[in-house]
Nanobody, 129 residues
Framework: QVQLVESGGGLAQAGGSLRLSCVFS????????MAWFRQAPGKEREFVVV????????YYTNSVKGRFTISRERAKNTVNLQMNSLKPEDTAVYYC??????????????????????WGQGAEVTVSS
């Protein structure tokens, strides 16, 4: 059974940086799409970014493009989210998510929470103005 454990996050000032990490276990890391979602207080959980397993394609939500960077460390079974130029509206609990993909398998909506079947416990990020 896949398990995801997030670390990092915390408090930052607007314009600052934070880094989140998610350690994957219980499966073949290279077969999984790894994504980050976030949930701000009083709001629904939303997609942030995904990195696909075959080819390494990445897709970012518009609000974080140019500021956030996802990276996969295969040797450490870890996916990182580097967050720069943080804004107060980035304040949220950030969740790591995973979905096993099959090479040349069918497409899916990587923006949707229901596309992922493994989730981390969440890491809190607070950005002060």
């Amino acid at each position: 059974q896949v398990q995801l454990v997030e670390s990092g996050g915390g408090l930052a000032q607007a314009g600052g940086s934070l880094r989140l990490s998610c350690v994957f276990s219980g499966g073949t890391f290279g077969d999984y799409a790894m994504a980050w979602f976030r949930q701000a207080p009083g709001k629904e959980r939303e997609f942030v970014v995904v990195v696909r397993p075959f080819g390494g394609d990445t897709y970012y939500t518009n609000s974080v493009k140019g500021r956030f960077t996802i990276s996969r460390e295969r040797a450490k079974n870890t996916v990182n989210l580097q967050m720069n130029s943080l804004k107060p509206e980035d304040t949220a609990v950030y969740y790591c998510a995973a979905r096993r993909e099959i090479l040349f398998g069918g497409s899916y909506d990587y923006h949707s929470q229901t596309s992922y079947n493994a989730w981390g416990q969440g890491a809190e990020v607070t950005v002060s103005s």
